[in-house]
Nanobody, 123 residues
Framework: QVQLVESGGGLVQAGGSLGLSCAAS????????MGWFRRAPGKEREFVGL????????YYTGSVKGRFTISRDNAKNTVYLQMNLLKPEDTAVYYC????????????????WGQGTQVTVSS
């Protein structure tokens, strides 16, 4: 059974930092693009960023560029999201997702999803 499990969410003050992890099991994703998404209350799911299988290519949505960093450790089958300079508008449930061979620029390329972890940024 393939599972993606996010961890590291919590409550942080604006301007602070938080690091999320996404541990995969049941299948190796070392050859796949991984992505992070978020859903804020009352809003649609939003793409946050992605990292290709080597870790050499990352791409972020404009609102987090320069503040968030995605990395991965293929030996641990784990992807990370480091979030700095957090803002109240970053409050959301954060999800990691894995493609199955796609580049990850289209939502329907993501085949596997985690359950999400809550990030709350207080002002």
């Amino acid at each position: 059974q393939v599972q993606l499990v996010e961890s590291g969410g919590g409550l942080v003050q604006a301007g602070g930092s938080l690091g999320l992890s996404c541990a995969a099991s049941g299948r190796t994703f070392s050859g796949d693009t991984m992505g992070w998404f978020r859903r804020a209350p009352g809003k649609e799911r939003e793409f946050v960023g992605l990292i290709n299988w080597t870790g050499q290519i990352t791409y972020y949505t404009g609102s987090v560029k320069g503040r968030f960093t995605i990395s991965r450790d293929n030996a641990k089958n784990t992807v990370y999201l480091q979030m700095n300079l957090l803002k109240p508008e970053d409050t959301a449930v954060y999800y990691c997702a894995a493609t199955a061979g796609g580049m990850g620029y289209q939502l329907d390329e993501y085949r596997y999803w985690g359950q999400g972890t809550q990030v709350t940024v207080s002002s």
